[in-house]
């Protein structure tokens, strides 16, 4: 007597772009809040430039800073467009973070966001390059790309 394998699930077909939300629709202008946990569950948003490659958001940053340790510890995050300020522009939307470092996936990111702020990006940067120097500190940090896929 044969058993007979037990029917398989059928797989979830991978999203296409006719299922894939517009990124750019969802969050139009040049600043994201992104919204990390601390431990006790409070919340700490965060005005980030940043940009999409049509599946999900980049934001660059400090490899050593807060939300990056935040996120590493809790991957769950809210992001919403914003002013400058952090002032919210549109409704949060639910999301999961991860934290890159390659060497290959900062230099894409990096050349993302220079292709989106071409002046104002290079501007800011050389500026906070400057500020690291006069302090003694190394002019570029260790960075860190937060890929985020927002849910929905």
């Not at 409704?91 to 990096?110: F, N, S």
Request: glycine share 6%; aromatic share 6%; proline share 10%.
């Amino acid at each position: 007597m044969t058993t007979q394998a037990p029917p398989s699930k059928p797989r979830p077909a991978p999203p296409t772009s006719e299922h894939r939300p517009d990124l750019e629709k969802m969050f139009p202008g040049r600043y994201l809040s992104v919204t990390s946990f601390k431990r006790d569950g409070a919340a700490v948003a965060t005005p980030v430039w940043f940009v999409s490659d049509g599946t999900r958001l980049y934001a660059f940053t400090d490899a050593h800073s807060a939300k990056v340790r935040r996120i590493r510890r809790e991957p769950r995050v809210e992001v919403a467009s914003c002013r400058p300020s952090g002032k919210l522009l549109r409704e949060k939307v639910a999301g999961r973070a991860e934290v890159l470092t390659a060497v290959a996936d900062l230099e894409r990111i990096q050349q993302l966001l220079v292709a989106r702020y071409p002046l104002s990006y290079r501007v800011v940067m050389l500026t906070y390059r400057l500020g690291r120097r006069l302090r003694g500190q190394p002019s570029v940090p260790d960075g860190a790309v937060l890929a985020i896929t927002p849910e929905g």
